[in-house]
């Protein structure tokens, strides 16, 4: 998945993580970045940074990952880092109802405080404990369909819709771009870097 | 023996001789079940390697064969708890009595691990202080509120403690509305160690025969170990709320917790309040020192490259200090934490002894298994930036080679006993200084005899000026960590003899008893700590200390970092002295 071919423009997108302890959120990132899932992985401190280029068509994008920490003594930092960011994945775990609510919480707080433009995922985590199951699948796609968020059951442990997540992120940032320039809705004293690369696609 | 710990006398004067004959036969049941005694300690011993106290000698076993289990607990139970004082029932795992369990040393371990690894995340949830287990534990450390809400516990799931805690918290502010305040509580082998930080409260409860000092330093350290989570400030949330529950604002930090309990059993920083380096060559050291003193004028405050607990080099932005318990703290905080180990991190910590009110911003990275970049800032937007000067270093460490010398001298470069140069005055006549094997192996046939040079098995030179020590490796004599743990807390000891703010300080001390003969000799440049074979000659064991001294000195540009010396001594080099 690694960009391929010259010439083709690479675009750089923020993209972060959130969700309750333990839904999942580092083994999501470890799963797509180095196609590795550890059973206990260690709860991750502050957050941590990532990256990994992905092949969409003929464009390729390249994402910027912070992996944020679940831990109540972090959520006064989350918006150090989804501030700017171009997506965001929040992540809840399928067997765990506490965890559905936090990304409701989440979702409440990026619609509050976040970019408008950033592209948000629901990812429900943990699909393979299907006999554990606390969160339907309809109940979340409702509320997904509800707020405009993309929803997708995920694994990393199977490695299910592990990089779809991603790549339907790939796909809706470049498809953002050609759809949002025709429009023109652009606010001179507010330029996201992001869209820069996209400016010039239309030149080259 | 002392006797227990017990503000209200009458309620178990009349009972001591009883219980205690009624706790030995109890005993004798147990210890003697099949086994001959020998058999017991041997067994107990064996255990101890995959347990993971860090702090067993067996003191229990010889406190109950004795026959002086004075009850530890007895005056919590007795008088703080629920006051059934009169349980003369056979111990067993449901009764709410602490006394007779102690007695057995067997610790039933149900998960032993392995036993090369000290056991990160045997906290043993199913515990409570109504576990058997639980109460046999040797060391334990809590953390509580002032309103006696757990925090954090060594052993056992801390909502399941909430009763203890409150029992604990009882005693501390049973002594406070007397207007005075609690220091330890000494009860037959245990001893209970209260420290209070504000609305914290930290209690080590051991019967490891640790010094109260040295208690009372761990339990510093446990509580700059929390604020470099959590910072100073959390106290304001105990001003809004006295009832706030803290323990979950620690989620996920128990292996930070546990690795720096593990570390106050092997790493002589703990009560030293000095770090260590790593050996390596002036020139490599200069190189990295050299970079991270770039780095540090572009803004950061300060640059640590570590390898393990040992530092590589460390730069701190214009009088900007590093205190050594901060170092201690900061390392057992990225080690412990596997996630660092994943990817580059950024995340908040406090520095307790720099600003404990304050997050600063730390970036980490490990470049291989042991070696690492700790990047610390006040910009909490500095990311990308010290990303940029985290490859600028890597560069340079790559270029000048640094990461491969630091791998050459993780596993050659430490110091071994072995290799203390003889006599100057004999050096030129005999071998030249070979490599270590070549020297030790010639020596091995009159030295080995008791071992080492004159008996010398083991030291530690901490410099004073720089904050600094040197341990030289274990030798075959204390292979085994039990037999290295034991010495560590020999030293401890010692240590705490020669600080002693009552009878001390002293210059030097000689002390033999059956496991070695200690020595230690504090100067204003330095303090020295020598454990030597017990049959060790007093006059050559002291010619063997001025010997290390003088080897130490020798090699001192290798095994210290000199901060701003071996730097200028660098810009002159670069720029020819002008």
């Not at chain 1, 899932?37 to 990952?65: P, R, W, Y």
């Not at chain 2, 960590?481 to 009552?502: P, T």
Request: hydrophobic share 35%; glycine share 6%; charged share 20%.
């Amino acid at each position: 998945m690694a960009a391929t071919a010259g010439g083709n423009k690479i675009r750089n997108a923020k993209l972060v993580l959130l969700g309750d302890v333990g839904a999942g959120k580092s083994s999501l990132v470890l799963r797509f970045v180095k196609g590795q899932f550890v059973e206990f992985q260690e709860s991750t401190i502050g957050a941590a940074f990532f990256s990994q280029t992905l092949a969409v068509n003929d464009e390729t994008v390249k994402f910027e990952i912070w992996d944020t920490a679940g831990q109540e003594r972090y959520h006064s930092l989350a918006p150090m880092y989804y501030r700017g960011a171009a997506a965001a994945i929040v992540v809840y775990d399928i067997t765990n109802a506490a965890s559905f609510t936090r990304a409701k919480k989440w979702v409440q707080e990026l619609q509050a405080q976040g970019n408008p433009n950033t592209i948000m995922a629901l990812a429900g985590n943990k699909a393979d404990l299907l006999e554990a199951r606390q969160v339907p699948a309809e109940e979340a796609k409702a509320y997904a369909q509800e707020n405009g968020l993309f929803f997708m059951e995920t694994s990393a442990k199977t490695a299910i819709n592990v990089n779809d997540v991603f790549y339907e992120i790939a796909k809706k940032l470049l498809q953002g771009q050609q759809v949002q320039n025709p429009q023109g809705g652009m606010v001179l004293n507010q330029r996201p870097p992001e869209r820069t690369v996209s400016s010039s696609s239309c030149c080259a | 023996m002392d006797p227990p710990p017990n503000p209200n006398p009458n309620a178990t004067d009349a009972q001591p001789q009883a219980e205690a004959g009624v706790r030995l036969a109890a005993l004798s049941l147990r210890g003697g079940r099949d086994l001959p005694p020998d058999f017991e300690i041997h067994e107990h011993h064996l255990d101890d390697d995959d347990d993971d106290d860090d702090d067993d000698e067996g003191y229990l076993t010889a406190a109950s064969r004795g026959g002086s289990s004075t009850c530890a607990w007895k005056g919590l139970r007795d008088d703080d708890r629920d006051g059934d004082g009169d349980d003369v029932s056979p111990p067993s795992p449901s009764s709410s009595g602490y006394a007779g369990e102690r007695g057995s040393s067997l610790d039933d371990d149900p998960d032993p691990e392995p036993a090369q690894d000290w056991p990160r995340n045997k906290k043993h949830l199913d515990e409570d202080d109504a576990s058997s287990s639980w109460r046999k534990r040797k060391k334990h450390f809590f953390i509580l509120s002032n309103s006696g809400k757990p925090i954090y516990s060594r052993y056992g799931d801390e909502h399941k403690l909430a009763g203890f805690s409150a029992t604990l918290q009882a005693i501390i502010s049973f002594v406070e509305n007397s207007g005075d305040h609690i220091k330890f509580v000494r009860s037959g082998k245990h001893q209970i160690v209260f420290l209070v930080k504000g609305p914290i409260y930290l209690v080590c409860i051991s019967c490891t025969e640790e010094s109260y000092e040295g208690l009372r330093g761990q339990l510093e350290l446990m509580y700059g170990q929390l604020l470099l989570i959590l910072t100073k400030s959390v106290n304001r949330c105990f001003e809004k709320n006295p009832k706030f529950d803290m323990a979950p604002l620690l989620g996920g930090t128990d292996a930070v917790f546990l690795s720096l309990i593990h570390a106050f059993s092997w790493n002589p920083a703990a009560f030293l309040h000095a770090y260590t380096c790593l050996p390596l060559a002036q020139p490599t050291r200069q190189a990295a020192s050299a970079v991270l003193q770039d780095v540090a004028d572009s803004g950061v405050l300060f640059a640590l490259l570590m390898c393990e607990h040992k530092v590589i080099s460390l730069v701190g932005a214009q009088k900007a200090t590093l205190h050594p318990d901060d170092i201690l703290l900061l390392a057992n905080f990225i080690l412990s934490s596997e996630s660092f180990r994943t990817s580059e991190s950024f995340s908040p910590i406090c520095l307790p002894r720099y600003n404990p009110m304050a997050f600063l911003y730390a970036y980490v990275h490990f470049f291989d298994e042991h070696t690492y970049v700790t990047l610390l800032t006040t910009r909490s937007d500095a990311f990308y930036d010290l990303k940029d000067s985290r490859s600028l270093i890597q560069n340079v460490l790559l270029k000048s080679n640094v990461l491969i010398e630091v791998q050459r001298s993780l596993h050659e470069s430490a110091l071994h006993v072995e290799d203390l140069p003889i006599d100057p005055s004999s050096q030129s006549a005999s071998q030249p200084p070979q490599s270590s094997q070549d020297m030790s192996s010639q020596s091995l046939s009159s030295e080995m005899a008791i071992g080492g040079p004159a008996g010398l098995w083991h030291f530690i030179y901490k410099s004073i000026y720089l904050d600094q020590y040197v341990s030289s490796e274990f030798p075959s004599s204390i292979s085994n960590q039990k037999q290295q743990k034991r010495l560590y807390k020999a030293y401890q000891k010692l240590y705490a003899s020669m600080h002693d703010k009552a009878t001390g300080p002293h210059k030097t001390q000689f002390k033999r008893d059956d496991d070695y003969v200690l020595f230690c000799w504090i100067t204003q440049d330095f303090e020295l700590y020598a454990a030597f074979n017990p049959l060790a000659d007093k006059t050559q064991a002291i010619k063997m200390c001025n010997r290390v001294c003088q080897w130490v000195r020798d090699l001192e540009n290798e095994i210290f970092v000199y901060g701003e010396s071996a730097l200028s001594w660098q810009y002159h080099h670069c720029w020819g002295g002008k």
